[in-house]
């Protein structure tokens, strides 16, 4: 398979600074139709907040979300993996550990965030097109 890069490459990289507002993140995320936001200090990967964060840290503590910082709540030191990681690799470390978004790095600089819906797509995708190639 293709390195993981190779989902994300086009796309615009959206992140969030750790000091904004975890009413400001959830807006943001709404606004562009994402579930996570990789989180920067600094212009460094520190985190990543996700809607998940959102409601077992934010809603379900009662804390509240304009007052209520993404460092304070967000996931600290996410794994990460390198632009040329494999997709099965990828795909390995979301399942062994539990999460569903992955931040790529090109040695500190984030270059994307992958999804487990990004990858069940590809595959999708590629299976669709066997298919098509075996009914020719």
């Known amino acids: 398979m293709s390195p993981i890069y190779d989902l994300v490459k086009d796309r615009r990289v959206y ?10 993140g959830a807006r943001f995320m709404m606004e562009h139709r994402i579930g996570a936001l990789p989180v920067l ?8 907040f996700s809607e998940r964060d959102i409601m077992n840290r934010v809603v379900a503590a009662g804390r509240l979300p304009g007052t209520t910082r ?10 990460s993996v390198s632009v040329e990681e494999t997709i099965e ?3 390995y ?11 790529i790095v ?4 984030l ?22 190639r075996m009914a020719v």
């Open 15 to 24: 992140s969030i600074e750790a000091d904004r507002s975890v009413l400001e």
């Open 41 to 48: 200090r600094n212009g460094e990967l520190v985190g990543i």
């Open 70 to 79: 993404i460092s304070e709540v967000m996931t600290a030191n996410p794994k």
């Open 89 to 91: 690799n990828c795909l």
């Open 93 to 103: 470390l979301m399942r062994e550990f539990g999460f569903r978004h992955l931040p």
């Open 106 to 109: 090109d040695g500190k600089e």
């Open 111 to 132: 270059k994307g965030l992958v999804s487990s819906r990004d990858i069940l797509l590809r595959y999708i995708a590629q299976k669709e097109a066997e298919q098509g």
